[in-house]
């Protein structure tokens, strides 16, 4: 009996929106590796070039494996990211409540994002009543963002003000439930 066996898991319907990374989640590292191997050819004459193989495999192969293997997937009030091999969490949405966009440093260049999704978490103890917890939904393509933002606003109580629509380049706020603002990292010039 493993830890996984006594987890009641949502039922996946046929008819749910299965959102797969980015080619870039596994592409992106990768790519010094293979710069390293093709420059390795060309330079490596005593092991024609097998241990440098070796190498680029070995950090290239477990990351298009994980890369395939994770998938976001929309169910009725639920967001399941799926990881493979019995990684597998189920995100309420009625639990989230804020989300916010970043697309990182060659985000919008390459057409993917990360959606961080701040959820409130009940505690069992009676010191804490909720912590919130930020959970990444990574490399999602351009093409995804929609139907990630509707489902997601169509199951949430906070439904109007749940994204952070702030985000532009000038700024990079977060905004609460309440239309707070709980962080401002840019500084405006005088």
């Not at 010191?127 to 490399?139: F, G, K, M, R, T």
């Not at 439904?159 to 905004?175: D, M, R």
């Amino acid at each position: 009996m493993g830890p996984t066996d006594n987890i009641n898991y949502i039922e996946i319907p046929d008819d749910a929106v299965i959102i797969k990374q980015s080619i870039w989640s596994w592409l992106l590292m990768s790519v010094p590796w293979i710069l390293f191997f093709l420059i390795s050819l060309i330079v490596d004459f005593l092991t024609f070039g097998i241990l440098p193989i070796i190498l680029a495999a070995a950090m290239i192969v477990p990351r298009y494996i994980s890369s395939n293997k994770t998938s976001y997937i929309l169910v009725d009030n639920y967001i399941i990211v799926d990881q493979g091999a019995g990684r597998r969490i189920d995100i309420p949405i009625s639990d989230i409540d804020f989300v916010t966009l970043k697309y990182g440093m060659f985000g919008r260049t390459l057409g993917y994002a990360t959606f961080l999704l701040n959820l409130k978490v009940s505690t069992q103890q009676d010191i804490v009543d909720e912590i919130n917890s930020i959970l990444p939904i990574q490399y999602v393509p351009q093409t995804k963002f929609k139907d990630l933002e509707l489902h997601i606003t169509k199951f949430s109580k906070n439904s109007p003000y749940i994204f952070n629509q702030a985000e532009s380049k000038k700024t990079n706020k977060i905004i609460d439930s309440n239309s707070n603002i709980i962080e401002d990292d840019i500084q405006e010039d005088n």
